[in-house]
């Protein structure tokens, strides 16, 4: 960091801490050439992670829409609001800490129904049916087969 007093490149940090919103570090750094101290400010830089459709289309990542399928998929189960919410956060905190900006809805959805898988299997065959697009009874019941041998 560099010295707002004398210009040099090199300083320690002598307090951090959080701000009172708690969305930057405020810290207090001393140059090591003058002595001066100084604060400064981190913030985390995010970007936005832009969803690549099925037919080409990009829109921003809504974790909200990621959310409401879930709920949708996991309507009369015994699935709680809480684990909804933390398995579409700890998504999104795995789409934010790769280095790609556009990521297919498909890598999404297998995303969901792997957490759904975790959460209640009811939750995820439904989330499947409608991802996978299941064509008939056959498909269908090869999904629950998996389920049941995975059990095993």
């Not at 701000?19 to 930057?24: D, F, R, S």
């Not at 405020?26 to 969803?51: A, D």
């Not at 697009?133 to 041998?149: A, Q, R, V, Y």
């Amino acid at each position: 960091m560099k010295c707002p007093y004398c210009g040099f490149a090199e300083s320690k940090v002598v307090d951090s801490r959080p701000t009172e919103e708690g969305e930057k570090i405020r810290r207090r750094r001393e140059c090591l050439n003058c002595s001066e101290r100084f604060t400064t400010y981190e913030i985390i830089e995010s970007f936005p992670i832009i969803v690549v459709k099925k037919d080409k289309t990009r829109q921003a990542f809504d974790k909200n829409k990621l959310l409401n399928g879930m709920l949708k998929a996991s309507e009369g189960c015994q699935v709680t609001f809480e684990q909804l919410e933390k398995a579409a956060d700890e998504i999104e905190i795995s789409l934010q800490n790769t280095l790609e900006r556009e990521v297919t809805s498909k890598k999404i959805g297998e995303m969901v129904m792997e957490k759904l898988r975790e959460i209640d299997d009811v939750a995820y065959v439904r989330y499947a049916s409608v991802y996978r697009k299941f064509k008939d009874i056959n498909s269908f019941m090869e999904e629950l087969e998996k389920i049941i041998k995975d059990r095993e």
